[in-house]
């Protein structure tokens, strides 16, 4: 990439978590009691009015590190039982989806919300695909997920969804129509826009203080050629780059 181009490149996108649904006090004092204040969202709520946040990601920043950064601004963080106890505020997120237009528009239906699965797939540089916990993923591999059809929704708006279920969902699917050259395509465009080696960063849009990165623990394609893949993620990402 000559200078001319780098000129134009920004590492990083900005990420809406959206909160899905507030989280439930097992007991009195097990969420922290700041965290009453978004009680009132329910699955009904419109799109429109429910709460949401902007934080500016690099590509190695985690969905568990954005979801647990909103929960944190929001006032959401662990009560007294929870610390009593040693439970953490990233170990209640279980169920994981992504902002659906026009889906979502009029609300959530409960029972999709609690088909989200606990894993997403995850398409790795040497085109194997993985159920990889989401917590743990990358936008970077989001965004080349996303591309190739393996996530629904809008990846760089996930739901905040702190509610700990008696059960979770896996996504078992058949990756097969994946071939490594879409892959390639879809990774290099991805790669083209963001210099690999910039500093991590995630950073409320709006907000004074930039937050410290803490680590998270551990529909199919058309018949688009590869070239029109890697181009069409340069025109999405250059929307959503600041």
């Known amino acids: ?5 780098q000129e134009g490149v920004s590492d990083t996108i900005v990420v809406r978590p959206t909160l899905c649904w507030p989280p439930i006090f097992w007991m009195p004092d097990y969420w922290a009691e700041s965290a009453r204040e978004y009680q009132w969202v ?10 949401y946040l902007e934080f500016e990601v690099s590509l190695d920043v985690t969905l568990g590190e954005v979801l647990v950064a ?33 889906d979502d528009e009029g609300g959530i239906d409960e029972q999709v919300g609690y088909k989200w699965p606990s894993t997403i797939r995850v398409v790795r540089d040497d085109g194997s695909v993985e159920n990889v916990p989401a917590m743990s993923v990358t936008f970077r591999e989001l965004l080349a997920s996303s591309s190739l ?20 969902t896996s996504v078992i699917s058949d990756f097969s129509h994946i071939s490594p050259d879409d892959v390639k395509a879809v990774y ?3 790669d083209h826009l963001a210099r690999r080696e910039a500093s991590r960063i995630l950073h409320r849009v709006g907000a004074p203080v930039e937050m410290e990165v803490r680590q998270i623990g551990e529909t199919s394609m058309g018949p688009e050629t590869h070239t029109d ?11 959503r780059r600041r």
Request: net charge positive; proline share 10%.
């Open 149 to 168: 059809g393996l996530v629904e929704g809008d990846v760089t708006r996930p739901y905040v969804y702190p509610v700990r279920p008696q059960g979770v």
């Open 229 to 239: 893949k890697a181009g069409g993620i340069r025109g999405w990402w250059r929307d």
């Open 188 to 190: 290099a465009g991805i």
């Open 1 to 5: 990439m000559d200078n001319s181009e």
């Open 70 to 102: 909103a929960c944190q601004a929001w006032g959401m963080v662990e009560g007294p039982h929870m610390k009593k106890t040693g439970a953490k505020l990233a170990d209640e997120f279980c169920r994981f989806g992504f902002v659906r237009i026009p």
């Open 42 to 51: 329910t699955p009904a709520t419109p799109l429109a009015d429910r709460p």
